[in-house]
């Protein structure tokens, strides 16, 4: 039997973000139950409900968590110490009020400051209001010791604080960090000179306060002898590193969580400062942009620490070999890059990511034995060179012109093609398949009866594709998925409702007869699935529909609709999307930004273009937190109004007025039990007919 020191036991606990979790350590023995008992600081929790549950079975005396809101209020008399409160939402729920400000403040220890000033073309919002109100009450933050956020914010606090440094020796933060301005990162200029004095001026130079600043490159060598003794008392970080860059401060970069950024092609004298950093703060993630010269054929070897490489930003006026070996890198992304030539091997490459790019070309010499993912979206002219074979399993692209591939691929999984034009790949082989030619050579539409009895391929609204040397034209969808019907049957002018089946738009989801899961949990990334096309019946269509507690079919008009069901813990988003203008599916939930709705899991919101909207029932909408509950939630469409609007159970929980036409439905999520879709095949939930009465 293997016994555990308790120090290792607090430490692992302290990573665990979700009540379930410590539910699980709980139940490994009794000395696992003594560790949480005995902690004076929370895990570093995700969500709300996580920590309400951990403050009313134990007693720690300081709040870790970036999630604070009104619920904690309650627990603030037994608690000393709060660290980087979410006062953001307090504000958004009208809960920042005096007597909070008046509890909080004083037990807050660290602390992070927005802008009071929006970015650029930006009205004022939330952030730049709380940010506002931090300053006017910063004496009342007389015990904090860090003090992260925007440069301008943190001189009007210590001015504010100090009184322009007449109070300079009172409790003053330890740690003084600045990584912003105005929401941007900051480069080397005089407006950036003079607040940094302005913060020296209101701290006492006594060595016992640690003042750091994070350029967004590194100062050339003129940078550095113009700025005199203000790096004396401030350290200086920068996140590029750069080919002007002077070697006297080039270990200082800002490496965060692994990963490493740098700018311009790396060649000649530069290779040596570069590997140096490399080998000193061993990233696992290497960026590189702003390469749009190629000044020698000189091959930078990328160290063996790095695992991804993610080339962005970078456009040559013509054609250009890069001179790049990387050779032991695992996953390449590629965002924004044009003309650009790869010719050597990239032999240990399993994912390759193509992104808003042009003119991109990958020689018969640029190997890729182990590719097993590809993903090509909004990009134009790729070519894969050559008649090496491939292990690729998967293949997305959306919205790709002029790609074409004529290496072999063996036993291909899945294939899914969205808004492709003039896509070629003649060696692709996909098993228990009968790709022929269309049986009707006179229609434009080619004939998908054979190639749709794959599971392993989806093409949407595609032309010109050519498959083991055979062309389609005018494909208008492709739907494999067994659970779902696209062939409409009009019966006595009724047509049986139905959706066509949700598409990954990221690369670390699947979605099998009708159930969406994740390939591996990550809590910092973001997924998401779309169906298309969800608004495209008539207003006047007959759709027939059954709900789950009657016995007979309804009949509806002009209304679409679609229900999920999870259980236990997962941070999802369900909504819709202008299937015109969106266009970001990564990183992000839906509604997080333009063009899209979306209610959310983990606290009931609504969100809509961005921005949360107000709902009565946003305590009731919250769903997926409690672990061994099933909850089915569901997300519709009225076509006439253009109104969304979102169930929880049979309960109709709130309606958004949109602009949107032509509509997507669409999932996010960051972590997910499996979801099971309802596209329309079983009985609703909700009863559709009361949506159906209003109309």
């Known amino acids: 039997m293997v016994v555990l020191e308790l120090s290792f036991l607090v430490r692992v606990v302290l990573e665990l ?77 009208n ?27 930006d009205n004022e919002n939330d952030s730049t209001k709380v940010a506002s109100i931090v300053i006017a009450n910063s004496l009342l933050l007389n015990h904090v010791n860090t ?25 003053l933060p330890k740690i003084i960090h600045a990584n912003s301005l105005r929401g941007y990162a900051m480069l080397y200029n005089e407006e950036i000179v003079n607040l940094l004095r302005r913060i020296l001026l209101c701290v006492p130079d006594n060595g016992t306060h640690d003042i750091s600043i994070v350029f967004y490159r590194q100062l050339t060598l003129k940078e550095i002898e113009n700025s005199g003794d203000l790096f004396r ?6 996140i590029h590193a750069h080919t002007l860059m002077g070697e006297k401060w080039n270990e200082q970069i800002y490496c965060n969580k692994g990963k490493m950024r740098i700018e311009g092609q790396i060649y000649g004298d530069t290779k040596r400062v570069i590997d140096h950093i490399v080998d ?65 091997s990239f032999m240990c490459v399993e994912k390759l990511s193509i992104k808003e790019c042009k003119n991109i070309i990958f020689d018969e010499n640029c190997a890729l034995p182990k590719l097993t993912s590809l993903r090509v979206l ?77 599971r392993n391929i989806y093409i949407e609204c595609s032309e010109n594709l050519i498959f083991c040397n055979t062309t389609f034209n005018q494909i208008l969808i492709f739907d494999s998925d067994s659970t779902v019907s696209n062939d409409l049957d009009d019966l006595n002018e009724k047509t049986n409702y139905s959706m066509r089946r949700f598409v990954p738009m990221t690369d670390g989801v699947e979605v099998e007869n009708g159930i969406i899961t994740e390939k591996m949990h990550d809590s910092e990334t973001l997924d998401m699935v779309v169906s298309r096309y969800l608004s495209t019946y008539n207003i006047t269509d007959n759709l027939v529909v059954r709900n789950i507690n009657k016995k007979e079919v309804d009949v509806i008009k002009g209304i679409s609709y679609f229900e999920i069901s999870v259980e236990g813990y997962s941070v999802i988003s369900i909504g819709l999307i202008d299937q015109i203008n969106y266009r970001e599916f990564e990183g992000s939930q839906v509604g997080w930004r333009k063009h899209s709705v979306a209610m959310h899991s983990d606290d009931g919101k609504i969100f809509f273009d961005g921005k949360t909207i107000e709902n009565v029932n946003e305590k009731k909408c919250a769903f997926a937190s409690v672990t061994g509950v099933k909850k089915t939630v569901g997300c519709g469409f009225i076509m006439n109004t253009k109104e969304a609007f979102f169930t929880v159970e049979s309960e109709l929980m709130c309606k958004v007025k949109t602009d949107f036409t032509l509509v997507s439905a669409a999932i996010g999520f960051r972590i997910t039990n499996p979801i099971t879709v309802n596209y329309g095949k079983r009985p609703f939930v909700f009863d559709l007919k009361t949506i159906d009465k209003d109309i």
Request: hydrophobic share 35%; charged share 20%; net charge negative.
């Open 17 to 93: 973000h979700y009540k379930e979790d410590l539910i699980h350590f709980l139940l490994i023995n009794h000395k696992c139950e003594d560790v949480l008992h005995s902690l004076k600081l929370t895990p570093r929790f995700r969500n709300t409900p996580s920590l309400l549950w951990f403050l009313e079975h134990f007693s720690p005396d300081t709040i870790a968590v970036f999630c604070f809101d009104e619920t904690l209020l309650s627990f603030l008399p037994s608690i000393s110490c709060i660290r980087s409160p979410d006062l953001e939402s307090l504000y958004s729920s």
């Open 95 to 121: 809960s920042l009020t005096e007597n909070a400000i008046q509890n909080i403040f004083p037990k807050i220890v660290s602390i992070t400051l927005d802008s009071t000033i929006p970015s650029f073309g």
């Open 147 to 171: 003090l992260y956020g925007d440069l301008a914010s943190i001189a009007l606090y210590l001015e504010k604080y100090t009184e322009y440094g007449k109070y300079k020796y009172v409790h």
């Open 233 to 238: 008392r401030v350290k200086y970080y920068y």
């Open 280 to 344: 000193k703060v061993y990233p696992s993630t290497l960026f590189q942009q702003q390469v749009n010269n190629i000044y020698q054929n000189d091959i930078w070897e990328i160290s063996k620490c790095i695992e991804t490489y993610i080339l962005s930003q970078s456009r040559l006026n013509e054609m250009t070999q890069f001179p790049i070996d990387m050779s032991t890198v695992k996953f390449v992304f590629l965002n924004t890059v044009f003309n650009f030539e790869f010719t050597n």
């Open 378 to 454: 909004l990009s134009n002219d790729i070519i894969f060179k050559g008649n090496s074979n491939t292990q690729i399993e998967s293949i997305f692209c959306y919205n790709v012109q002029q790609f074409k591939c004529t290496r072999k691929i063996d036993l291909i999984r899945k294939v899914i093609l969205l808004y492709c034009k003039d896509f070629e790949m003649c060696e692709l082989d996909i098993p228990n398949t009968d790709i022929n030619t269309p049986k009707s050579k006179d229609d434009n539409k080619c004939n998908t009866n054979n190639i749709n009895k794959s």
